[in-house]
Each structure stands twice: as structure tokens, then as C-alpha cells.
């Protein structure tokens, strides 16, 4: 019996008049995330469109693919690197007893991408659990379906967290995500902010001990290493430079930082997929770089002699800290940003110029997009407005004329 027959067996248990109808959107769930829902648009006077919300929602799982297994390759080797510096091995934990077979070596691929799993796996699967009873507890409560939106949620969510974050904590910033950021507005669709990003602003303010300073980029206890955002808002570039971090480097990655974020090129090839199928906005993506490119120019020409971040050049800021994450997958959510082409560029512009003035002028918060991108969120909806009432302003004007 195949797992379509088993499904439509079971099917009138949870139709109207069933007796498990309450819970009819936890098989909907499950039967469409399988297979192709029944009921479709077929009538000719209908637009059709086969790029439906599962399978959006597919293309941006699949477009952080290169994240995830960078998040695992980078964070087990930066993991094996404190290792071997600190020279000590101890078999005291689950972790450490199945890399006692792998061995901790930062320049053997394996077993940086097996240390890096051990991390981002058990962050993840706490992510999706405690999120997933969430969603399902409220569409059975509304007699909703379940939104498949939460599985981008959670992997965006999950690459966002530093790799030592205690999981409790993670199941805690999640449902805060879930339910205050989304679920309280009336679901996917209705909420104006991100709920990854709620859910990540709760914990930097709740817990910032556990999602700030130097202790919390690399996965080994009693080891710490500054990011190199938070080296260059100390002593600049050359703090930066001086403790072995390259252009390129942080290009690649190769850098402590949360668990998905590192690797700009990672991003920039999600980006390009995310463009190619039309999930993300061109106009969104363009505006944030353009607005962070322009305000680094303007703080570059400023110059300050106390601040060694207004020396900061745009490229750096794009390879540093979350900017370019937060640019392709987290300002580009479709429901928190804004919606007409030109409030697009405008909303993006406002993300990346609100980024770099966080960086530079704010001492205490060295990151900057995650605010920004909040701050942003919550203006999109009065910048569609004025985009709306401009353009019915001038075919006003262009009517009264003919």
C-alpha cells in the first residue's frame, strides 16, 4: 500500500462530520507537504500559477542549502582549531564521546563537518519541534490549515543562533517568535514583523549572555574568539587584520559567528537561486546594499578620530557580521516587507542605511541589521501607503489633464 492509498484511507476520519475533524489541518499538513494538494484552480478564466506557498516556500529551504552546510563545516572547525590550540581532550559529553572516533582535526573535512552537526542538528531539531507544536496547536485551535511557512522560519531561526546557545533558550526564543511575532496577528500573512528575528531580538534582550561577547562564536568551553565585527568596533581594521582575518577570510567564512551567517559567498549563491525562481526581491536586495554602500561612503568621508568604525569600508561591512544574511533571506520576507516596486527600494534602502548607523554609532551594538531589519518592518506598511497615494496623486493629475 502506497503512502497515497494510506492517506486517502484515512482521510474521512478528519473531513467535515469525522471524528478527528478538529484536527483535519494536521493531515492537510502532512498530505500536501507530500504530495500536490486536490484542490487546484482549473477553470481558463483563472491566472495559474505553479509556483504556489509550498513550494515558495521550498525554493527558500533549498536557497540556504550552502548556508546550512557551511554553518556545520565552519562551526566543527572553529570547534577542532580551539581543540588543537588548547590541547586538551576530554570525553565528557555526548558530543565528545562520538568525536572521540572522528578525532579532532581542523584540517580534516570530515570531522569538521561531524563536530559542526553536532551543534547545528540539535538546535534545529529543538527549532522545528517546539515551533511545529506551536503552529499545529493554533490551526487546530482556528481550524486553519497548517502554514508551511514555519519550516523557513525555523531553518532561517536556527542559522541565526550562535552554535553554543543553550537549547532551552532556543525553544524559548522560538515559541516567543512563533506566537508573539506571527501567531497573535492571526497567522502567516498577517504578522508585520519576521518571526525568526522576533524571536532572536527576545533572547539578545533576555539573554545577551548567551547571544553576545566573545564566548558564545566557538563551540569549546573555556575558549573565546572576537568576531571580527566585534574587533573592528574596538580598534578598527587593524584589529581586525592583526588578529589574522582577511577580506578574503571573511568572504569565505572561515571567521566565528553565528552558525549560518559567516559565509557571504554561501549567501551570494542563495541569493542568485532566490533571484533566478523570483522568490526574493531584486528591488529589496538592491535598496539594502545601496543604502549600506552609501552611508559607509558618507561616514567613510565624516572620519572620526574616536569611532575606528566610521574608517570602515562598504565592502567590509558587507562580509561582516550578519549583513548580508539578513539582506538576501531575512529583509526579502514577502510578508513583513513592503509590497509596491518603488516602496521596495525604499524599505531596502532604509534596512541598509539603518544597518551601518547602528555599526558606527551606537558603541554598545556592534550588529546592526537584525534592529534594522525590525525597525524597517514596521515602517513597510506606511511606505506602500505614501508609494500608494503618489501614484494615485499623479493619475489624477494625468486624468484631470485629458
Known amino acids: 500500500m502506497s503512502a497515497r492509498d494510506i492517506l486517502d484511507s484515512i482521510e474521512p476520519h478528519f473531513t467535515k462530520g469525522g471524528k478527528l475533524e478538529k484536527y483535519y489541518g494536521l493531515y492537510e499538513m502532512v498530505d500536501t507537504f507530500i504530495y500536490t494538494p486536490a484542490d487546484v484552480t482549473r477553470g481558463t478564466t483563472h491566472v495559474r500559477d505553479g509556483n504556489d506557498l509550498k513550494r515558495t516556500m521550498t525554493f527558500v529551504v533549498i536557497g540556504t542549502l550552502f548556508c546550512v552546510l557551511m554553518a556545520m563545516y565552519n562551526t566543527g572547525y572553529q570547534a577542532n582549531h580551539a581543540m588543537e590550540v ?209 552611508m559607509s561612503l558618507l561616514f567613510n568621508v565624516i572620519g572620526s578620530d574616536t569611532d575606528p568604525m566610521f574608517s570602515i569600508p562598504w565592502y567590509w561591512h558587507l562580509t561582516m557580521g550578519g549583513f548580508a544574511f539578513g539582506m538576501v533571506y531575512m529583509a526579502t520576507d514577502p510578508v513583513s516587507a513592503a509590497m509596491t516596486d518603488t516602496g521596495r527600494w525604499v524599505y531596502g534602502a532604509l534596512v541598509g542605511i539603518m544597518t551601518v548607523l547602528i555599526r558606527v554609532v551606537n558603541p554598545a551594538f556592534p550588529e546592526g541589521i537584525m534592529l534594522a531589519i525590525l525597525f524597517s518592518n514596521m515602517f513597510a506598511p506606511t511606505i506602500d501607503y505614501f508609494v500608494i497615494q503618489a501614484n494615485i496623486r499623479r493619475r489624477m493629475k494625468r486624468h484631470a489633464k485629458v
Open 86 to 294: 588548547m590541547g586538551l581532550v576530554q570525553i565528557d559529553n555526548w558530543r565528545s564521546i562520538i568525536m572521540s572516533v572522528f578525532g579532532y582535526s581542523a584540517s580534516n573535512p570530515l570531522s569538521n563537518m561531524v563536530h559542526g552537526a553536532l551543534y547545528f542538528l540539535p538546535i534545529y531539531i529543538i527549532t522545528l519541534a517546539v515551533g511545529g507544536v506551536w503552529e499545529v496547536l493554533f490551526a487546530t485551535v482556528r481550524g486553519h490549515e497548517v502554514n508551511e511557512g514555519f519550516l523557513v522560519s525555523s531553518m532561517l531561526y536556527t542559522l541565526i543562533m550562535p552554535p553554543d546557545m543553550p537549547l532551552w533558550q532556543v525553544a524559548l526564543g522560538i515559541s516567543f517568535g512563533i506566537v508573539i511575532g506571527k501567531e497573535v496577528f492571526g497567522g502567516t500573512g498577517k504578522n508585520f514583523l519576521n518571526p525568526a528575528l522576533t524571536g532572536r531580538a527576545f533572547l539578545y534582550f533576555a539573554y545577551p549572555a548567551s547571544i553576545s561577547g566573545d564566548s558564545v562564536w566557538v563551540a569549546v568551553d573555556g575558549f573565546t574568539a572576537a568576531t571580527p565585527l566585534a574587533l573592528a568596533a574596538n580598534g578598527g581594521l587593524d584589529a581586525v587584520h592583526a588578529a589574522g582575518y582577511s577580506w578574503v577570510q571573511s568572504f569565505l567564512g572561515f571567521e566565528p559567528g553565528c552558525l549560518g551567517e559567516t559565509s557571504t559567498l554561501a549567501i551570494l549563491i542563495g541569493a542568485a537561486f532566490l533571484l533566478y525562481t523570483r522568490v526574493a526581491s531584486y528591488r529589496i536586495i538592491g535598496g539594502v546594499f545601496a543604502g549600506m554602500v552609501a
